[in-house]
């Protein structure tokens, strides 16, 4: 089985940066898509993010396209979820998880697609 474990998330002014990232052991994820979700208080989960594991494509939602940018770092089997020009409405429990594909990342099933998830971290944008 994959460990996931998300850090850097924190406090930011809007307009701020961080970057998150999603550490995996007990396995490799070189063979996995790695998605970005969140869940925001009173909200269900979304998908935000996605990199596939076969050519690296890399996919998101509209309210963060030009914002945020997903990368991953298969030598040190980390995913990372950079995120500039925050705004209120980020503030949300942000999450990684693994799927084979990223064909269903930012869908209703996508939710139960992806098998292997971190326990979130925290990031509250606020003046």
């Known amino acids: 089985q994959v460990q996931l474990v998300e850090s850097g998330g924190g406090l930011v002014q809007p307009g701020g940066s961080l970057r998150l990232s999603c550490a995996a052991s007990?396995?490799?994820?070189?063979?996995?898509?790695i998605g970005w979700f969140r869940q925001a208080p009173g909200k269900g989960r979304e998908g935000v993010s996605c990199?596939?594991?076969?050519?690296?494509?890399?996919y998101y939602v509209d309210s963060v396209k030009g914002r945020f940018t997903i990368s991953r770092d298969n030598d040190k089997n980390t995913a990372y979820l950079q995120m500039n020009s925050l705004k209120p409405e980020d503030t949300a429990v942000y999450y990684c998880?693994?799927?084979?594909?990223?064909?269903?990342?930012?869908?209703?099933?996508?939710?139960?697609?992806?098998?292997?998830w971190g326990q979130g971290t925290q990031v509250t944008v606020s003046s």
């Open positions: 990199i596939s594991s076969r050519d690296g494509t890399t």
């Open positions: 998880a693994t799927d084979l594909t990223c064909t269903y990342y930012n869908s209703p099933r996508g939710i139960y697609e992806f098998d292997y």
């Open positions: 007990g396995e490799t994820l070189h063979s996995y898509a």
